[in-house]
């Protein structure tokens, strides 16, 4: 603790490894409580749906991200990786720079931003400070966070668990004052597209959240010893991101009648009244977590797809160019620049799925050759990265957004937003179709004999496990 993290995108030894996966518990739950979420919740009354069509789809959207994000988390235990790295298995080396790049580095300085502005707004309504200013303190301290590293991280998203839980409860308390649970369908809502087209549209919003995580579910439990036991990382993973947003969700969905209404910062002041310097508060110190999560994760990003800098630079480059979005959108947290982030979401979830089959069809048979493979810059490009173009692409025909409107766009008038379940499929399948096709020479060179020292060393390492 007493100096910064030494490793970055590296394979950790086990000597290095340490910690308990009940630590997952506490690091996604406090990266989740965040106003975000329950901004979230807002939108169920705008889709029309009533209070119990909203909580559900709350909770059946956040499940289903938490398991893909559980089980990513325990990979990262097994291969003792970044999750950025691991991309390098199924897309190659250089074909991983594509979706590292969009799907973690843009996220990161997105995502930052967004939530900083979040903060900035709070801080201002608690004291007289400029933006700028106030800015660039907060910044500042999700920074050093970042850069102290893994271990600091996880200590201050324990605190955080703390802090947080008892501020959200008071701001939960406070907020169910504007409860409105006789809330029914309303087919004049603005966005009402029919109970299960909206239902399932409204669940997305929460899935697509967690999704945006999952690029970086190992970069905080690669350092767990090599035998921990992948179902606990899953239980602890997934447990402590869904209790923090299925409650943040549901207040959200509960109050969405009244706060849907309002903008982010004004909504909660108006709902907690005389104990809103409590909620501001609240705000700026759920954020300091979260983000100095997202700027350790784009740094890692970084350095997989080879900027030639440290750890920490690329955390101080990843802070700045984020720091410039947040002046950007300091009016407007909500505005264009968070749709593009929602449009990432589409692209992750076929990331994801790519990922996920290469581990449990290839890289879990042989884990020390895997290892090695992902640090061989010979592999160029491999079939995984078709895949996931593939249902990029497929996903894009479903796509109903201000960037981008896909032909079949309007079928989600009447089953929903099928954007990720036709990503995920197209994907999945285009993987199963390829992964075990001979890889052409253009596509890959022979192995290095640097390589073939480093698997011999990793399986070596793995036999003594």
Not at 372 to 395: E, H, M
Not at 409 to 431: H, I, P
Request: hydrophobic share 55%; with cysteine; glycine share 10%.
């Amino acid at each position: 603790m007493t100096k910064a993290e030494p490793f970055a995108t590296e394979q950790i030894p086990d000597s290095e490894r340490h910690g308990h996966p009940r630590s997952q518990f506490t690091l996604w739950f406090a990266a989740n409580m965040v106003l975000a979420v329950m901004v979230s919740g807002f939108f169920s009354s705008l889709f029309g749906l009533s209070v119990i069509q909203g909580l559900t789809a709350v909770a059946a959207g956040t499940l289903l991200g938490v398991l893909v994000m559980g089980l990513l988390a325990g990979i990262g235990t097994k291969l003792g990786v970044p999750q950025q790295v691991q991309g390098r298995g199924p897309m190659g080396f250089y074909g991983n720079f594509l979706p590292i790049t969009v799907l973690t580095i843009v996220s990161a300085i997105g995502w930052t931003a967004v939530n900083t502005v979040f903060a900035v707004i709070a801080l201002q309504m608690l004291i007289d400070v400029p933006f700028f200013l106030a800015a660039i303190s907060i910044f500042a301290v999700q920074s050093v966070f970042a850069i102290w590293g893994h271990n600091l991280v996880h200590l201050v998203n324990k605190i955080a668990t703390v802090v947080l839980t008892i501020l959200f409860v008071v701001i939960s308390i406070l907020s169910l004052r504007e409860a409105d649970f006789s809330l029914g369908v309303d087919t004049s809502a603005p966005l009402y597209m029919g109970s299960f087209a909206g239902w399932v549209t409204f669940a997305g919003f929460f899935f697509a959240y967690v999704m945006t995580w999952t690029p970086f579910a190992s970069d905080f439990s690669r350092y767990l010893p090599r035998n921990t036991s992948h179902a606990k990382v899953v239980g602890y993973t997934a447990g402590g991101s869904f209790i923090a947003m299925v409650w943040l969700g549901s207040i959200g969905v509960v109050v969405s009648s009244f706060a849907g209404e309002l903008d982010a910062i004004p909504a909660l002041a108006q709902l907690t009244g005389s104990w809103a310097p409590i909620a501001m508060l609240t705000v700026v110190l759920s954020t300091l977590p979260v983000s100095a999560m997202n700027l350790y994760g784009g740094s890692l990003s970084l350095l997989t797809i080879k900027v030639p800098v440290s750890r920490i630079a690329g955390v101080i480059i990843v802070a700045a160019l984020s720091l410039g979005m947040t002046l950007l959108m300091q009016t407007n947290p909500y505005g264009g620049f968070y749709d593009f982030l929602s449009v990432l979401a589409y692209l992750v979830v076929p990331f994801s799925v790519v990922l996920l089959l290469d581990y449990y069809l290839r890289m879990r048979k042989d884990i020390a050759g895997s290892v090695a493979d992902l640090f061989n810059t010979g592999r160029r490009i491999n079939w995984g990265f078709f895949a996931w173009i593939f249902g990029c692409l497929v996903s894009a025909l479903f796509w109903n957004t201000t960037m981008f409107t896909g032909p079949f766009a309007s079928l989600a008038n009447t089953f929903g937003d099928l954007g990720f379940l036709t990503g995920a499929v197209a994907s999945a399948v285009a993987y199963l179709v390829l992964y075990k096709k001979p890889v052409p020479s253009g596509m890959r060179m022979a192995d290095r004999p640097g390589i073939i020292e480093l698997r011999d060393n990793l399986e070596k390492g793995v036999s003594k496990s």
